[in-house]
Structure formats: structure tokens, C-alpha cells
């Protein structure tokens, strides 16, 4: 009943309010429509579509786009006889209307090691793929951003640089963890939350933190109301010796010895001794603890979910790359595969997918995480000396398209996955959803386009030959991708200017 009111009470309220713009900032609105930040010319526009993903389901029917914000959403019967006015209408036909997907882990590498990614590249691939906003994860560039001064580093890198919205989360690490004016300090120059290893992370200024370190984190995050991020993996006995001596490191299943799910396990047990603070009237409520690149679905997703069911504030992420692929499959010194924790078998991956249509995974992330093809496409294929990281921002949404529709996937959990739940961790109310008021971040694809991940694709991150993707044949083509109301990619185009925003908590 509720729900019906408001419905049709927001045509009347959108109108009432672009009368109070249009009377009294005409000069403001035009203003937020700079030349080279998209390539329509228009401040004010309505597309329309037979396929709109919205939070009451699909419909059919047109959204307006004023200022850079969603003004109104109306069904096909309502939408006949607004259409006559003379704003400009761009009819998207039967293609899909979904928010914008907000990528919350992704690696740009940006600055430091923007011979590996860089936020124009990264944020060029993420424009191209549908993905609107993306939170850069704290380390793979010099120097990790474990401070305020860091993090001025990443932002200085970042600026007029940034084709979608970009946002940071800062690093929980053992120099800042037990040190609550450090903490403070790094979350009040705006960083949407923390992220901390239990395992070595392979980069020298991102040492790997305890579980004393992650409860002083999680304590003071508690009051910032932000989340902390947790690579889930303590290392255990390796099943092989670490030096491969007994095993073919061109093996894919030797890798996987090294890192069985057996490290996520532990990690969770561990974790859930600091995550049962965060219930209602525990030590630490306000705090939040997502586990990201979840890939074991055995004994750690079933302890996760009970935990999550015992009423802890706790969240996590699979890849799509879990979700694609299985260990059995990957070729012989293919060490585009590697990265950790590892991909396992055919098995484990149904069980993925089941978690994730239940709703026990709350969401998806990209954890794009690139290098350059030198350490990664080793010439003797070892998978023990390769980079650990699979290239993906610009196809996350095919991919999970492509794979998903066997599993009955709809648009409705697409958008769930991609935005609602992610605009949720990040604490971005204002994205992640095609509804009055939120920011005009908007997907425009075509899911039963087929096209070929071959060497004729157009791929706008740096190093396309080391992504595990090329090759496959995915279904799921982007036409169009708005960011704020700017068309920032249309027709294989980009628009000339990067007028991504920073986004900070406040
Ligand atoms: C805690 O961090 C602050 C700010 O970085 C620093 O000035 C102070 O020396 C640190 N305290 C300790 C005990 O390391
Ligand atoms: C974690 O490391 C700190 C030093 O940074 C140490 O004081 C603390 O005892 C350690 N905690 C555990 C549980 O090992
Ligand atoms: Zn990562």
C-alpha cells in the first residue's frame, strides 16, 4: 500500500522539484554539464526502455536524468503521456537498463606501478564494462595507503585522471593497527573502510596482520559505523614442499596444494571469535567485518553463514572468476589462472553458485588485480613463481551474465550482486540503485549479444594478453554506460574528458 502511494506521488514531487531548480539555479544546472565529460550534449533527458531494473522489478517504461540525478521512473502507461514534452528522449528499445555496478575490490596499481594498471587505463576498462564506481583496494602501488599522507598520494594520482566515480579503502596493517590516532586519522581523511591480510600479501609495505590487530581495527571502525575487508586465508602446512621440488609447478594442482581451502578455514574461525562483537550490544556493534574473494563453499561458507545467522555484522564477496572457471580445466602453465585463493574444482564452484542465488554470498566484486605480462606469463608456465591476480574490470558483467544464465540468473539478482549490496558495504546511499534521487549511474546492455574475447576486441586495461578471459566467447554487450548523468561510454566511444569523482566518508 505503501509502496503504491509513493509511486504515484513521485511523478508530482520530480515535477514540483525541477520547477523549484529550474526557478531558482538555472545557472547551477547548467554548470554541472562540462564539455568532454559526455558525450551527450544534454543536462536533461529521459531514456527509456522495454527492460528497466529497478527495486520494484523490472518494468518497462523511461527514467529521467536531471542534474546527474535519477528525477523519475515511470511505467510504459504513465510514460505515453510524458513523452510529449521536449526534453530529449534516447529509447534504448528492448537493452536493459540496470544501476551501474560498483566494484568494490579492484586494484589500479595507481601511483607506484602504473606500468602494471593506472587509474586511466583501470577507470577506461571499468567505463567500457558497465561498472560506475569502484573502490581502489590500499595495496599493489607505491606505497600502499596505510595513512592520511598515503592516501593524499593516491587521491594527487587519481584526480582528473578517473573516468567513473573512485573511492579508497585504507590499509589495517600491525605499524597503524594497535594504534587508534593513526586509525582515526586515515579514516577521517575519508577512506570508505579498511582492508587487512591474515596472510602474507606478497607486497613489502602491507605486512600481514593477527587477530589482536584486526579487533583493535574492527573496535575503532566500530564507531566510523565503516567496514573492515579480511583476506581470509591463515597459512597451514602446504600439502607440497614450498619449493615444488616433489611436485610439476607447471601443474595448476600443484598451486592448488599450496593454498588449500583448509588456509580460508582457519582464517574464519579465527575471525569469528572478533566478528560475534558486532552483534547487537557485543563490544564492537557498529562494526562490520566482509570477507572478500571467497572460494572455499565447503567449511568455511557453512561457518560463515551460521555466524552470519547468529546475528554478526558480516558480509562476503566471490569473484567471478570462482564462478567461471575450475581447477580441472586450467591448461598446463596457463598461470593466467593463478591467484589466491585459488580457483578449485567443478564442484566447489556449483556450490558457489547455489550460495550466491540463495543469498547466503551477499555480493560480487571484480578483484581485478593486474601486472605486467613479465611476471605474469612466465615462459617455463611455473605457477609457484607467476603473479597471483586475474585481470578482469571490463568483463564482469558478461562473465557473470554468461555463466550465470545456465543457473536461471536474472537481471533482478545481477543488480543485487553488482550494486545494492555493494552501495551497502561502501556506504553509498546515493548509488547502486535506479530509483528517485540516486545518482543517475546507469548500465545500458544488450545480454544476448555474443561476441569473442579475441584479439580484435577492444580491451582498455593496460595488459590485455594476461587476462584469463581472452579467448572465451561471452554473451552480454554494453552499449552504454552514464556516470552521474554523463554518458562517460556509447558506441565503443569514451568521453574525452575523465570526470570521474573521489568519493569520500564523511
Ligand atoms: C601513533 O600514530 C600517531 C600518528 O601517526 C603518531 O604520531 C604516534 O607516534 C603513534 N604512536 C605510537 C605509540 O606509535
Ligand atoms: C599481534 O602482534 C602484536 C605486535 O604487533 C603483538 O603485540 C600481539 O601480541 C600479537 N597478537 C597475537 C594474538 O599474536
Ligand atoms: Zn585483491
Redesign the pocket.
Known amino acids: 500500500m505503501e509502496r503504491t502511494l509513493q509511486w504515484r506521488f513521485m511523478p508530482l514531487l520530480a515535477l514540483i522539484a525541477s520547477f523549484l531548480c529550474v526557478f531558482f539555479s538555472p545557472r547551477s544546472y547548467q554548470a554541472t554539464l562540462e564539455s568532454g565529460c559526455s558525450l551527450l550534449p544534454h543536462d536533461h533527458y529521459w531514456i527509456s526502455s522495454k527492460r528497466i531494473v529497478t527495486p520494484d522489478g523490472l518494468i518497462s517504461g523511461a527514467v529521467e536524468v536531471r542534474g546527474g540525478i535519477i528525477s523519475s521512473v515511470v511505467k510504459e502507461e504513465d510514460w505515453g503521456r510524458r513523452r510529449r514534452s521536449r526534453v530529449k528522449v534516447i529509447d534504448y528499445g528492448e537493452a536493459v537498463l540496470m544501476p551501474g555496478l560498483i566494484d568494490v575490490h579492484a586494484h589500479l596499481d595507481d601511483p607506484g606501478k602504473s606500468e602494471w594498471e593506472g587509474f586511466p587505463t583501470g577507470t577506461r576498462a571499468a567505463a567500457a564494462g558497465g561498472v560506475t564506481t569502484l573502490i581502489d583496494m590500499p595495496l599493489n602501488s607505491v606505497p600502499s595507503t596505510v595513512s592520511p599522507e598515503t592516501l593524499k598520494l593516491k587521491i594527487e594520482a587519481a584526480k582528473k585522471r578517473i573516468h567513473v566515480d573512485v573511492g579508497f579503502w585504507g590499509g589495517l596493517v600491525?605499524d597503524n593497527?594497535?594504534n587508534s590516532t593513526a586509525l582515526e586519522a586515515l579514516l577521517d581523511a575519508g577512506v570508505l573502510g579498511l582492508k587487512s591480510f591474515m596472510c602474507p600479501s606478497g607486497i613489502n609495505d602491507f605486512p600481514m596482520?593477527?587477530?589482536?590487530?584486526i579487533e583493535k581495527g574492527v573496535s575503532v571502525l566500530a564507531k566510523y559505523r565503516r567496514p573492515l575487508l579480511v583476506h581470509a586465508e591463515i597459512q597451514q602446512e602446504s600439502l607440497i614442499e614450498e619449493d615444488g621440488s616433489d611436485s610439476d609447478p607447471r601443474s595448476y594442482l600443484t598451486y592448488l596444494k599450496t593454498r588449500p581451502s583448509s588456509w580460508e578455514e582457519a582464517a574464519i574461525r579465527d575471525l569469528l571469535t572478533v566478528t560475534e562483537n558486532t552483534r547487537i550490544g557485543g563490544s564492537a556493534e557498529g562494526g562490520h567485518v566482509h570477507i572478500v574473494h571467497l572460494s572455499d563453499a565447503d567449511s568455511s561458507l557453512a561457518l560463515l553463514k551460521e555466524a552470519k545467522g547468529r546475528g554478526d555484522s558480516l558480509s562476503f564477496e566471490t569473484c567471478p572468476h570462482y564462478l567461471a572457471f575450475a581447477s580441472e580445466e586450467i591448461p598446463e602453465g596457463d598461470t593466467r589462472f593463478k591467484c589466491a585463493p585459488p580457483i578449485r574444482d567443478a564442484a566447489n564452484r556449483e556450490k558457489l553458485w547455489e550460495a550466491l542465488l540463495e543469498g547466503d554470498i551477499d555480493m560480487l566484486s571484480s578483484d581485478h588485480s593486474p601486472t605486467k605480462p613479465e611476471l605474469k606469463l612466465l615462459s617455463d608456465g611455473n605457477f609457484l613463481k607467476a603473479w597471483g591476480g586475474i585481470s578482469s574490470l571490463q568483463f564482469v558483467l558478461p562473465v557473470t551474465w554468461s555463466y550465470g544464465r545456465r543457473h536461471g540468473v536474472t537481471f533482478e539478482q545481477l543488480a543485487s550482486w553488482w550494486s545494492e549490496k555493494p552501495s551497502k558495504l561502501a556506504r553509498l546511499p546515493y548509488k547502486g540503485a535506479i530509483s528517485v534521487g540516486r545518482h543517475a549511474d546507469i548500465v545500458v546492455w544488450e545480454p544476448e549479444v555474443e561476441f569473442d574475447l579475441d584479439n580484435d576486441h577492444p580491451v582498455h586495461f593496460k595488459h590485455p594478453s594476461i587476462s584469463a578471459y581472452m579467448g572465451r566467447r561471452l554473451s552480454g554487450k554494453v552499449l552504454s554506460t552514464f556516470v552521474r548523468g554523463n554518458l562517460v561510454y556509447g558506441e565503443g566511444k569514451h568521453a574525452s574528458d575523465a570526470c570521474g569523482a573521489l568519493i569520500f566518508a564523511k
Request: aromatic share 0%; proline share 12%.
Open positions: 600491525p593497527a594497535l596482520t593477527n587477530i589482536s590487530h
